[in-house]
């Protein structure tokens, strides 16, 4: 998955002979022992927070996103932008942070990852087949297939 932008925040020590820096965020000075430092800019701890949650983002202690001049926790980033897909399956969305199953160019929720007519569920290392743009088991696209073979006959 690829993030528009995603930025460290680090939380650097002011220092008293060094240049005054300004918050990048409310343009004061910044007097406090510590300040925030990010997108090449300095902050208050108080003043870098997510546009959407308002939670500070230098307690979250690491990343931030960007996208559209906005400044986003990681939750909420994907929230808004990171969705992977519809599932396959159910045509419901699926969040870029759950966890999902992949077939050729779909994918499911965990829980819609199975044998789309017999509803078996697949597990590590069981094989499983794309039929019409549906998954089905072994047995069922074997079956199908005996099946079509025999008419033939
Ligand atoms: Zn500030
Ligand atoms: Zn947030
Ligand atoms: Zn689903
Ligand atoms: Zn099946």
């Not at 870098?48 to 909420?76: H, M, P, Q, V, Y």
Request: glycine share 6%.
């Amino acid at each position: 998955m690829v993030f528009d932008k995603e930025e460290s925040v680090s939380l650097v020590p002011l220092q008293s002979k060094g240049k005054p820096r300004v918050c990048a965020g409310c343009n004061r000075r910044i007097r406090e022992r510590f300040m925030l430092q990010a997108l090449d800019r300095y902050w208050h701890e108080d003043c870098l927070k997510c546009a959407c949650c308002d939670c500070r983002l230098g307690e979250l202690g690491s990343t931030l996103f960007t996208r559209a001049n906005l400044i986003l926790c990681r939750r909420d980033y994907l929230r808004l932008f990171g969705m992977t897909g519809n599932c396959a399956a159910c045509s419901k969305i699926i969040p870029a942070f759950e966890m999902v199953m992949r077939a050729k160019d779909n994918v499911y929720h965990l829980d819609c990852f199975a044998c789309q007519l017999c509803s078996q569920r697949f597990y590590i290392g069981d094989r499983f087949f794309l039929k019409n743009n549906k998954i089905v088991c072994q047995q069922d696209y074997e079956g199908d297939h005996q099946n079509g073979h025999s008419e033939t006959h």
